[in-house]
């Protein structure tokens, strides 16, 4: 199983759940220094870990990783989509930095690594699984102030729905999860963030956020325990808002076109 954003949070223990249940785990994220701590622990549960590194804003990266890991492992038969970026900016006011790596990692890299892992996949027999960790900002109408960051996990949700059609006749699931706030070092800095950006303090961020919602901030291995049931029990074409308990079923009518410009225009970015 490929894992990307693995080093911490939710990606993390996704890792250590899967090593429980058996799983070889090939590991990907920017913190390297992180995910060989990381490895040294899975491997005491005797299962084989890999480590890659790979720039999710450069085409060339990723496919020469994807390369690598099918020369290296020989089969890959699922893969989570756990990186992710948060950036409190309403998108007519979000710093040209900020949107350039909110849109790498939660449009771009999802969609290029895809790509390049479905390529192999297609000429591969076996029963395969793509899993995209989303957010329920994605299903929701978010405060103002978060709208950037709803409409990259909105596009996230694009992706998963662009390819169970592209990829209807192939033995391939695609299953996409939408977790809640879950109590990791991103959540604590979306809080600090916030208050910055509203001239209040964290605190009252919760409380503010706690009174217009479910009134639940997970923990990181509650969320992953989550996922990791979607991972393994989804069907392909299913949706989980896991901050409810829904499944919502893939919509064939979902409309592609504003991905598809938003991809192709990431392309010529330097």
Known sequence: TLITGAAGGIGSEICN??????????????????????????RRKHVKVHIIN???????????????????VGFLNM?????????????????????????????????????KILEHWTHKPGKKKMLYISSIAGLENNPQKRQAYAFSKRMNIEIFHRNITKFANQK??????????????MWKKVCKTIAEYEDITPEEVLDKYQRSSSNRVWEPRDTAYAIVDCLIGGKNGELFNIDNHSIIKYNPDYNTKELMSIINSMRFIP
């Open 17 to 42: 759940i899967l090593a429980d249940l058996g799983s070889d785990i090939i590991m990907a994220d920017r913190n390297q220094d992180k995910l060989i701590i990381l490895k040294e622990k899975l």
């Open 54 to 72: 790979i720039d999710i804003s450069s085409e060339l990266s990723i496919s020469q990783c994807i390369d690598q890991i099918f020369k290296k």
């Open 79 to 115: 893969v989570v989509h756990g990186a992710g970026f948060f950036s409190p900016f309403n998108l007519d006011d979000i710093p040209a930095k900020d949107q350039s790596e909110l849109f790498i990692a939660n449009i771009f890299g999802p969609y290029m690594l895809s790509e």
């Open 172 to 185: 391939i699931d695609f299953v996409c999860a939408c977790p809640g706030p879950t109590n990791t070092k």
